[in-house]
């Protein structure tokens, strides 16, 4: 059975940094495209930072310059590196991949959530 597990999150003051890692577990085939989102409470669930199979990379407008998403394929694994938190980036953290089991179909997996928590 494929999985996203997520790891990192945590609490942290304001200006610090977080390291959020999402490893892909079970048989897969390949990975298309992983990503980060994030939903704060009684918010919509919004991409923070998003990284295709070539390497190329997007971010959602509050966290260009801050944020950092980054791969390591040989462990099928996806980091977001967080600078400069802010306590609007409090927000429960998932992992999402596009990827193709080894028995199936390329569709969309989901991570359990991680929480991040920045205090004032």
């Known amino acids: 059975q494929v999985q996203l597990v997520e790891s990192g999150g945590g609490l942290v003051q304001a200006g610090g940094s977080l390291r959020l890692s999402c490893a892909v577990s079970?048989?897969?085939?390949?990975?298309?495209?992983m990503a980060w989102y994030r939903q704060a409470p009684g918010k919509q669930r919004e991409l923070v930072a998003g990284i295709t199979n070539s390497g190329s990379t997007n971010y959602g407008d509050s966290v260009k310059g801050r944020f950092t998403i980054s791969k390591d394929s040989a462990k099928n694994t996806v980091y977001l590196q967080m600078s400069s938190l802010k306590p609007d980036d409090t927000a429960v953290y998932y992992c999402?991949?596009?990827?193709?089991?080894?028995?199936?179909?390329?569709?969309?997996?989901w991570g359990q959530g991680t929480q991040v928590t920045v205090s004032s």
């Open positions: 079970g048989s897969i085939f390949s990975i298309n495209a």
């Open positions: 999402n991949a596009n990827m193709r089991p080894s028995d199936s179909l390329s569709r969309n997996y």
